[in-house]
């Protein structure tokens, strides 16, 4: 089983809908970190968070520390939003790395 | 800025050809990554670095090698390249391990 699991693993939504992709997790961590993966290839850092909730104006990102999971929403859903979104782990017993989902393709049709 | 730099872009080998993938950042980051992303599976750690002259392996480190004698530059090295690592190669740079790391645009390899 890997460690950090993502889902879906494919998404389709209409533009203007709200969406949601979920991450869970087995180990203790004390960061999660969401990216952002672009068609061209280009990975963006979107969110580092060890607790609660960060938003950045569409974007919001949530954690449950006891529960092992995160979610990242979108409102208002926009095609240029289409990208692979990555969820990643920092374990708490790791000094060196990060483990990666692999990855929620979203597609936001017009 | 820059940001972080990758060098090639593309890039196809022949079996058993060696070859390094040059990384560069501009922002005074001490802590440098290489990952290798493939189809279907997450980001992987081969070898990364937390400041000039340190460097340590990941999780897949085999057949590659690393060095970091300054701050901004952090090459990979392929010594004799197997078809196993066709993949697409990613640097990054981090201020430190726990902060958002800064990533490259990314070297697509093929070795034949």
């Known amino acids: 089983k890997n460690e950090v699991e993502q889902s879906p693993q494919n998404l389709t939504a209409q533009e203007g809908e709200f969406i949601t992709i979920n991450c869970s997790y087995s180990?203790?961590?004390?960061?999660l970190h969401w990216l952002q993966q672009h068609p061209g290839g280009g990975i963006v850092s979107l969110f580092m968070l060890s607790s609660g909730k960060k938003k950045h104006g569409r974007l919001i990102a949530t954690i449950n520390i006891q529960e092992k999971h995160s979610s990242l929403h979108i409102t208002a859903s926009h095609p240029r939003d289409s990208a692979v979104y990555i969820c990643?782990?920092?374990?708490?017993?790791?000094?060196?790395?990060?483990?990666f989902g692999s990855g929620t393709q979203l597609t936001v049709l017009p | 800025n820059a940001g972080v730099t990758q060098t090639p872009k593309f890039q196809v080998l022949k079996t058993g050809q060696s070859m390094t993938l040059q990384c560069a950042q501009d922002?005074?980051?001490?802590?440098m990554s290489w990952y290798r992303q493939d189809p279907g599976m997450g980001l992987r750690l081969i070898h990364y670095?937390?400041?000039?002259?340190?460097?340590d392996q990941g999780e897949v480190p085999n057949g590659y090698n690393v060095s970091r004698s300054t701050t901004e530059d952090f090459p990979l090295r392929l010594l004799s390249a197997a078809p196993s690592q066709t993949s697409v190669y990613f640097c990054a740079s981090a201020r430190g391990l726990n902060q958002p790391q800064h990533f490259g645009d990314g070297t697509r390899l093929s070795i034949l």
């Open positions: 180990v203790g961590i004390s960061a």
């Open positions: 670095s937390v400041g000039a002259g340190i460097t």
């Open positions: 990643a782990v920092k374990s708490s017993g790791s000094a060196r790395q990060l483990t």
């Open positions: 922002m005074n980051h001490e802590y």
